[in-house]
């Protein structure tokens, strides 16, 4: 046993992955698109000064204001998606088509008689804020283990950092460690499904247990990975404005917002010389081939307020301002995970989170605020150009629990929560206890967020020339910052994650460049975009651990690249 290589000396392991949700997720459910009908994505989204698109709504609600009559349309988008992952040894590229209802709804006016306020407007619209749908994947070669990542849990998941006990993680004889655990310990269920499946070796009894995992001296092997993401951001604008003298315009939107977001993720090694352990838990060398998956949905609904103003203090040149406020939400996720295995010349077989019955979990989350400042001028009545920039603080993201505790949920403790995350300061774990004792479940999470995300800044420009009087081409081009902060992108930080899910992504900056065309008649209108959106990432299997450098996780560079054609039509009457 002294041959085999200790598991991740990781400051924090015990918690990494072993609570529901997650920093990781925060973002997820935060995450924007440029979404929209198809004058607006040509423009690249640049529209917050000029108004009078029903995509406005829910970018510069004060954009309804300029609507001088009705107006009804919808937008379709077809979506061509490809992400590359590129590791040392490999490429891989995934592709899939979606089609898509990006918009659809009217704005329809009340015409008053007064010069100072000449009419007020009113609009209802759905508009797609997200689209989630993408799929990657690929091959890394290893020069460490999950399993060693799982013992390292185990090695650090009980209280005061100590061991986890054989005892703790044992699912034998009718005895169920999820809840809560033996001698009051909730296990994570990494560390169960690990011993279960015979990714780590534990060594002595009692407080001299340690746990090893398969990866040590004389081990290699190849990593592959798979994650397939579904699910969208569905917005209903509620929204009422109008304009002074023609010069101010103004709106504010209520917006209801149903979000649901689902991920299939698959890790799997194939390992040579690896340390597996026998019925004795003794670890012989052998070849090993075992794949990891994990099942996560998450849904629910919220809802968030926008302000705006446009300002018109001449014909040629306009400025906008909007505010956004946090969506606050209600959300529901369900998880579960499983593992497949197979040994040569020993066991052949699978285990699964508390005997496949997926577990539930109900919360409460606040998205960031939003400011947008917009520009737009106007050249000879045939020549627009307008610049959009967007603040967006995503380390203000936070989490909450929803109602009284554990109310509307199954709390499957090993799993959501070691003995001690969560736990705020001032009600620690008792001394020398091993049960669980806390009063904020989100502590450590939105502490998380806070370490991992930085403020966006996203900047939007936009073109529009008038051929004729009838026809218009349009030209855009968006960039967003990477929301992540330069430790984490660096790998000098331990990154938690929700669950059995170790794996996360790293997004870097966004970039949009968008083409366009539309036809303007009496009444009828259309309108056709090409959307082109490139973001980079980073693919992790698990934390890297910034204590060890010799101990680097399994990563993968992602392109993930869309390629959209829009077509909106609509009548103005």
Known sequence: MNKIMLSLSLACAGGVVAHAQSAIDGYRFSQPDLKGTARFMGMAGAFGALGGDLSTLSQNPGGIGIYRSNDVGFTVDLDFQKSLGK??????????????????????????????????????????????????GGSIPLRNSLSNYIAGIANSSGPDNTPLYVEDVTTTDNYDPYYPGYNDVSAPWLTILGYDS??????????????????????????????????????????????????????????????????????????????????????????????????????????????????????????GLAFHTPTWYNMTETYGADINYKYAGTETGGAQTNNGQLAYNDMCFRTPMKFIASAAGVIGNSFIVSLDYEWTPYNKMKFSQAGSYGSGSSWDYGYDYPWYYGSSPETPAYPGSRAIYWDDDFYETNNDIKNYYQTTNTIRLGAEYRITQNFSVRAGYSYVSSPVKSDVRENKVDVMTSGTMPNYRVDNETNYITLGAGYRGNHFYADIAYVYKNMQSEYHAFTPDPVSNALPSPQSKLSLTNNQIVLTAGYRF
């Open 87 to 136: 590791s040392d040894i490999s490429e891989t590229s995934l592709t899939q088509t979606k089609f898509l209802l990006n918009n659809i709804g009217g704005v329809f006016t009340l015409r008053l008689p007064s010069k100072t306020v000449p009419n007020l407007n009113f609009g209802f619209t759905y508009n797609k804020g997200a689209s989630f749908n993408r799929q990657y």
């Open 198 to 319: 015979y990714l780590t070796t534990p060594t002595g009894e009692g407080n001299d247990t340690q746990w090893y995992g398969q990866w040590g001296s004389g081990t290699s092997g190849l990593g592959r990975f798979n994650v397939k993401e579904s699910g969208s951001v569905d917005e209903y604008n509620i929204a009422f404005g109008g304009n002074i003298a023609n010069v101010l315009y103004w709106g504010m939107n209520f917006d209801i917002v149903n979000f649901n977001y689902t991920q299939n993720s698959y890790w799997g090694e194939n390992l040579q010389d690896a340390y597996v352990p026998d019925n004795n838990n003794e670890a012989i060398r052998t070849t090993a081939d075992w794949t990891l998956h994990n099942y996560y949905n998450v849904s629910g609904s919220g809802f968030n307020y926008q302000l705006g103003v446009i300002l018109k203090p001449i014909q040629e040149f306009r400025i």
